[in-house]
């Protein structure tokens, strides 16, 4: 049984700051990539950012330059810092990894319940 425990949202005011976290648990053999997708209502479910084991990054053109992620191998956890917030950030965050819980087999993915971020103008 793989977990995907997320921390971190919240309500904050346009051009603050937040830091999202999100700790994998459970059963794993090998991580190899985490990351945060995001879904406003009415939305598709999108890409924010993705991290992999070997620290390459990508994210989404709206975030580039506001956003960061990192992320502890050791400790299986991926962080978001999201800085210069706008109201359109406003949804939920998911945090996403594809790993796998044995040798063999092909790696799945997996995600957390989700946590609220919510930016007023």
């Known amino acids: 049984q793989v977990q995907l425990v997320e921390s971190g949202g919240g309500l904050v005011q346009a051009g603050g700051s937040l830091r999202l976290s999100c700790a994998a648990s459970?059963?794993?053999?090998?991580?190899?990539?985490m990351g945060w997708y995001r879904q406003a209502p009415g939305k598709q479910r999108e890409s924010v950012a993705v991290?992999?084991?070997?620290?390459?990054?990508t994210y989404a053109d709206s975030v580039k330059g506001r956003f960061t992620i990192s992320r502890d191998n050791a400790k299986n956890t991926v962080y978001l810092q999201m800085n210069s917030l706008k109201p359109e950030d406003t949804a939920v965050y998911y945090c996403?990894?594809?790993?796998?819980?044995?040798?063999?087999?092909?790696?799945?993915?997996?995600w957390g319940q989700g946590t609220q971020v919510t930016v007023s103008s």
């Open positions: 996403y990894a594809r790993l796998k819980i044995k040798y063999f087999g092909d790696p799945q993915d997996y």
């Open positions: 459970g059963s794993i053999f090998s991580i190899y990539a």
């Open positions: 991290i992999t084991s070997g620290g390459s990054t």
